[in-house]
C-alpha cells in the first residue's frame, strides 16, 4: 500500500474526520503493515445536500501531533472548504508534515493552494451515499457508494 511505502520508517498520527471517513479510515488502518495512531476531529458544513458556506468544529484533535508527521483521511472533497479549513487547522499544530487522502474528489469544483495526495476516486458533481457518506446521517451503512436522486432518499 502506498502509504506504508511513503511511511516505512515513522509512525504517522492518522485524523480520520468524522463523520464520513471513519469506514475507509478503518479499512485504510487494517491494510497498513507500518505503526500508527490515529485520532479524529469533526466538522460540520452541510445542511442536506447543500454546503453551508461555513465550517463548524465540533470535535478537535486530542492527540500531540507537534513534529509528527499527519495523514488526514477525508471521505470526499467536493468544494474544497472544509479540507482547506482543516489544513489550516492541522498546521497550526506543527507537524512535521501533512498527507492528505480523500476516497473521492470532485477534481472540477476546487482550486487549492497545496495537494491532496492520495485520491481513491475523481467523481462528477452528483451526491453521493454509502460508505460512510451520508444524507442526514442516513445511508452511511450502504456497502458501496451510489448516486443520491432525491432528497427523500
Known amino acids: 500500500m502506498q502509504i506504508s511505502e511513503n511511511f516505512h520508517d ?4 492518522i485524523i480520520c474526520i468524522l463523520n464520513g471517513a471513519f469506514i475507509f ?19 460540520s458544513s452541510y445542511e442536506g445536500m447543500n454546503s453551508t458556506g461555513s465550517i463548524k468544529m465540533i470535535k478537535d484533535i486530542s492527540t500531540d ?3 509528527r508527521r499527519v495523514i488526514i483521511v477525508e471521505d470526499i472533497i467536493d468544494s474544497g472548504l472544509s479540507i482547506k479549513f482543516l489544513y489550516e487547522h ?9 498527507t492528505i487522502v480523500s476516497l473521492l474528489a470532485k477534481t472540477n469544483n476546487y482550486k487549492l493552494n497545496f495537494n491532496i495526495d ?14 460512510g457518506l451520508d444524507f442526514n446521517q ?4 450502504l456497502e458501496s457508494i451510489f448516486k443520491l436522486n432525491s432528497p427523500s432518499g
Open 25 to 43: 479510515t478503518a479499512d485504510i488502518i487494517r491494510e497498513l503493515d507500518i505503526d500508527c495512531e490515529v485520532d479524529f476531529i469533526k466538522i
Open 118 to 131: 492520495i485520491i481513491g476516486f475523481e467523481i462528477s458533481s452528483e451526491f453521493v451515499v454509502g460508505y
Open 90 to 98: 492541522i498546521i497550526k499544530y506543527e507537524p512535521e508534515d501533512i
Open 10 to 13: 515513522t509512525s504517522p498520527v
Open 138 to 141: 442516513r445511508f452511511r451503512n
Open 65 to 67: 501531533i507537534k513534529n
